[in-house]
């Protein structure tokens, strides 16, 4: 069993802006991904796909977009190169191909994150997972209210004026 602050399910913009946020408070953390960084954008989009916000509102927590075309829309390559070169930013410890099956919350109000590849031991545990586990917190929910649930929302802020519209 390994033992951490906080465990982050989820590699996707949300566990990784979470991700980068505890950096800054110097948080002990592991993101844990079922697939790969950005998966969700690798395999449940279609190709053609492009960004439906423009680049310049491609914002997270310490990270923007700085190429040459602002108001242009990423293509999914590129915007999964975006979300790479954010983890890296960082170097954000990203545990790919961890599947989580199972969480429980022990009496000492430590959770016990179960995985494909072994059991994490957290203080804090961040859900950056969309909607996709629900069934794996079912009883959790039900049993604790002070679980930290991060419930993913549309999280590339958003800026009602583009910067050159602002100046
Ligand atoms: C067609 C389409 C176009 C969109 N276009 C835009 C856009 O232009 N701009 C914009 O801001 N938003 C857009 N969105 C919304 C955007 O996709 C979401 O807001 C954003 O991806 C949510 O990020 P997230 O990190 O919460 O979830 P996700 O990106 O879904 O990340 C969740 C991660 O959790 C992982 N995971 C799931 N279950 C487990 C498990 N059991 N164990 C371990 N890991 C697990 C997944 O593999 C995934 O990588 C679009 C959405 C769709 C469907």
Redesign the pocket.
């Known amino acids: 069993m390994k033992h951490v602050n906080t465990v982050i ?7 990784l802006s979470m991700g980068r946020c505890l950096v800054e408070h110097s948080v002990d953390h592991v993101i ?4 790969q960084i ?4 690798r395999s449940e ?1 279609w190709h053609s ?1 492009r ?3 423009p680049n310049w509102q491609s914002r997270l927590p310490h990270w923007q977009y700085t190429g040459t075309d602002p108001d242009g829309f990423m293509t999914m390559s590129e915007f999964i190169d975006h979300l790479e070169a954010y983890a890296e930013s960082y170097d954000a410890p990203v545990e790919t191909g ?4 199972d969480v429980q919350k022990r009496s000492d109000g430590r959770f016990v994150v179960t ?1 494909n590849r072994g059991i994490w031991m957290a203080t804090n545990l961040v859900v ?3 909607f ?2 629900c069934h ?1 917190f079912r009883n959790l929910l039900r049993m604790c209210r002070r679980i930290s649930l991060k419930l ?5 802020a958003i800026q009602r004026k583009s910067p050159k519209e602002a100046s």
Do not use: C, F, K, Q
Request: no cysteine; charged share 20%.
């Open positions: 399910i989820g590699g996707g913009t949300a566990g844990l991904e079922r697939g950005a998966e969700r954008w989009r796909l960004m439906l916000t961890t599947t989580v099956t995985t950056a997972t969309e996709s586990i794996v993913s929302r549309p999280n590339i």
